[in-house]
Each structure stands twice: as structure tokens, then as C-alpha cells.
């Protein structure tokens, strides 16, 4: 079944560690995004890719990176956390740039104490 | 600068009466219009979408209404069920542009 797959779901972890949170999708589709949300607040579009090795940054600033090797992966990495990182992390794709829904991963909280 | 607005954080409804959910946008660029819902713990699900082209799309018990000149729109649910109980998510674009999305209407369907 054709899905988009986000792990982990849950990660709490310390001040300065480097973490990735992974995305994978199974549609075959072109784009892919990184949204962060907070509680009550919206999604804030972080980083973006049209296609392999094509990234780009959104419009909320975020010391995160991102990579696009290859089509079904798009791994975002944070090189030291911090407790401001704190937040819901929504990874998304789609057929083309907002002309049909997207297909949202289950998403990952992440705690940094 | 936030420019899609959903400027009510909640709503309860009574099981079988009609839910309505508000958005308004200020981008005149914008030309294509979605509607969300995420459960708690659970990434946002796609519900309806309405073209700059048309004022009304309907699916089953959910219809969005769109007024382009007031730059509003609006999803309607008839009759809500206590399972609609979850965050609704207005979302906007342009050409070729990623998804501005709305902080959210948290719905509370009662029995």
C-alpha cells in the first residue's frame, strides 16, 4: 500500500545531541516537504524538494538540513538539539505543488530536555 | 505575516446539527484551497479542496463554500458526528507553491 512512513514517533533526547528523523515515501512522488507545528499553532513549512538533490528552505528559518538522494527519502538531520527545537515535525509529500492534497506522515515529537 | 487565518481555536457542535469551520486568506494569489483533519498524535489527513474556479464543492456531508471577493471560505459538515471530533486545518496555495496552512479549529462533536 502506497504510504508515507515517518520514524520515530516519539523521540526525547538530550541538549546537543545530532538527530535524524527519517522520511520515506512509496508513491513515486517528485515532492516532498518538512513542516514543524506547534501545539495550537500552524504548520510552519521548513524545508521543501522538487525532486533528488534539489532541497530548499521554507519560510519558518530552522537550523535543521536536509537531503534528497534519492526519490522515496528525505531524511532531516539536527546537528546539536536544543530545547527550543522542541516540537511536532510533519513530513509531507505530493503529485505537484499544491494542486491536489498532500500525503502527511504520522509525524515526530521530539522532546529536547 | 500569517496569511491564512482561522480566527476561531474551537468549536462544539451537538451530534446532528451542522458544523461550521472559518478561513480567511489575504495572499489574492492564492487559487486553490484544502481542508485538513489530524487527530491527536497523527499527521493531518486531506478532507476536501475547492479551485479558485468554482464557489462550492461538495463530498458526501462535507461541503466547502468559497467567496473569493471576501477572500473567505468555509467547510460545512451536515449532520456532525461525534467521530469529526478533531483539528480542522485550512490550507491555501499558488502557482507552483507549497501549502500556508491556518492554526487550526479544534471541532468537539457531543453527543
Known amino acids: 500500500e502506497a504510504d508515507i512512513y515517518q520514524t520515530p514517533r516519539y523521540l526525547v533526547i538530550g541538549t546537543g545531541k545530532k538527530i535524524t528523523l527519517e522520511c520515506s515515501q512509496t508513491?513515486?512522488?517528485?515532492?516532498m516537504y518538512w513542516y514543524q507545528q506547534d501545539p495550537g499553532m500552524e504548520l510552519h513549512l521548513i524545508h521543501y524538494?522538487?525532486?533528488?538533490?534539489?532541497?530548499e528552505k521554507g519560510d519558518l528559518s530552522s537550523e535543521s538540513t536536509v537531503s534528497r538522494i534519492r526519490t522515496e527519502h528525505f531524511p532531516l538531520t539536527l546537528e546539536s538539539a536544543r530545547p527550543s527545537h522542541t516540537s511536532q515535525y510533519l513530513c509531507?509529500?505530493?503529485?505537484?505543488?499544491?494542486?491536489?492534497?498532500?500525503?502527511f506522515g504520522s509525524g515526530t515529537r521530539l522532546t529536547v530536555v | 505575516d500569517q496569511q491564512v487565518k482561522q480566527n476561531s481555536p474551537s468549536l462544539s457542535v451537538q451530534e446532528g446539527r451542522i458544523s461550521i469551520l472559518n478561513c480567511d486568506y489575504t495572499n489574492s494569489m492564492f487559487d486553490y484551497f484544502l481542508w485538513y483533519k489530524k487527530y491527536p498524535a497523527e499527521g493531518p489527513t486531506f478532507l476536501i479542496s475547492i479551485s479558485s474556479i468554482k464557489d462550492k464543492n461538495e463530498d458526501g456531508r462535507f461541503t466547502v463554500f468559497l467567496n473569493k471577493s471576501a477572500k473567505h471560505l468555509s467547510l460545512h459538515i451536515v449532520p456532525s458526528q461525534p467521530g469529526d471530533s478533531a483539528v480542522y486545518f485550512c490550507?491555501?496555495?499558488?502557482?507552483?507553491?507549497?501549502?500556508?496552512f491556518g492554526k487550526g479549529t479544534s471541532l468537539l462533536v457531543t453527543p
Open positions: 524538494s522538487y525532486g533528488v538533490n534539489s532541497t
Open positions: 508513491m513515486g512522488h517528485d515532492k
Open positions: 490550507a491555501a496555495s499558488g502557482d507552483g507553491y507549497a501549502l500556508n
Open positions: 509531507a509529500s505530493s503529485e505537484s505543488g499544491g494542486r491536489v492534497g498532500y500525503t
